[in-house]
């Protein structure tokens, strides 16, 4: 099998040093939609937009936490003792961070990863990897990602869990739609996930699809950054955590229709593709905010 549970949960955790300023910030905030709301006049000139792509105003999304370094955390655990998996085989199947402290827009860490849970669920083994980063101050954030791999389960091992969230009858406090531009996952993967599956029509088709899909941690992003400009008053220093499972596919050129429930600290969030009959893409997602 190429996943051998009992090494990849007994290995070392992977250290890695990294290092991002504002432009690697500025790329990521781009590659997620800032400046090109429609709703707005003038994106560009926006001074909430200006917050994600001006260096002179800029704040960082907790979510820059999933490409910070390039992606190298998230590389590693990949190619952690015991997993050896055929990329056209994998899909991320959910996200979670959490922050420690607002994230600085130049900074350098020091990174652990491991392999943290694997679950068999039959048809697929489902990878958990837990990123740590700290710098000289302290802890900074923690990072899980459950990565899907079709074709390796039927182990034995644990299912783990469902993690199907049921949302409130009525309708959301905030509905927001947000355009997927046709480039948007090329400029996307600038910032590190290199995954033919979001650019190569040939690989795409291997893993299943038509066409190249959008990142999901690209959609984490925009449904974060929507959150962020509707209920928070546009401060991403107010985000603790966020967590969202992947339940569906992106093409780049949809409309994604972002609806949110309000309550507390935490915002509910549910994100479906407009053109696919209001498809789910992005479900089980909370907000924790100050």
């Not at 958990?128 to 390796?152: K, M, Q």
């Not at 690989?203 to 941690?217: E, N, S, T």
């Amino acid at each position: 099998m190429p996943i051998d549970a009992e090494k990849a949960l007994a290995a070392e955790p992977r250290t890695s040093h990294i290092s991002w300023d504002h432009k690697d910030v500025q790329l990521y905030h781009l590659g997620i939609g800032a400046g090109a709301r429609p709703d707005l006049a003038d994106p560009a000139v926006d001074p909430g937009e200006l917050s994600y792509t001006l260096e002179s105003r800029l704040q960082v999304l907790p979510s820059f936490a999933t490409v910070a370094g390039a992606g190298t955390a998230m590389a590693g655990g990949l190619s952690a003792p015991g997993v050896d998996i055929d990329l056209a085989a994998v899909l991320h199947g959910g996200q979670s961070v959490r922050v420690h402290r607002p994230l600085p827009v130049k900074g350098s860490a020091v990174t652990t990863t491991k392999v943290a849970a694997v679950y068999d669920k039959v048809k697929a083994a489902v990878l958990v990897l837990r990123t740590e980063a700290a710098d000289e101050d302290g802890p900074l954030w923690t990072n899980e990602s459950e990565i899907f791999v079709r074709g390796e389960g039927g182990f034995g091992g644990e299912r783990g869990p469902s993690g199907r969230g049921v949302y409130p009858a009525i309708a959301g406090d905030r509905v927001v739609e947000r355009p997927v531009r046709p480039d948007q996952a090329l400029l996307y993967r600038l910032s590190g996930d290199w995954n033919p599956l979001h650019a190569d029509p040939g690989f795409a088709a291997l893993a299943g699809f038509d066409r190249p899909i959008l990142h999901g941690l690209c959609t984490y992003g925009m449904a974060l950054k929507a959150v962020t400009d509707t209920v928070l008053g546009g401060d991403a220093s107010r985000i603790r955590s966020y967590r969202a499972r992947f339940t569906g596919v992106v093409f780049p050129g949809e409309t994604l229709r972002i609806e949110m429930w309000t309550g507390g600290n935490e915002v509910r969030v549910d994100v479906r593709a407009v053109e696919r009959n209001n498809a789910t893409v992005l479900s089980d997602a909370f907000v924790e905010h100050s």
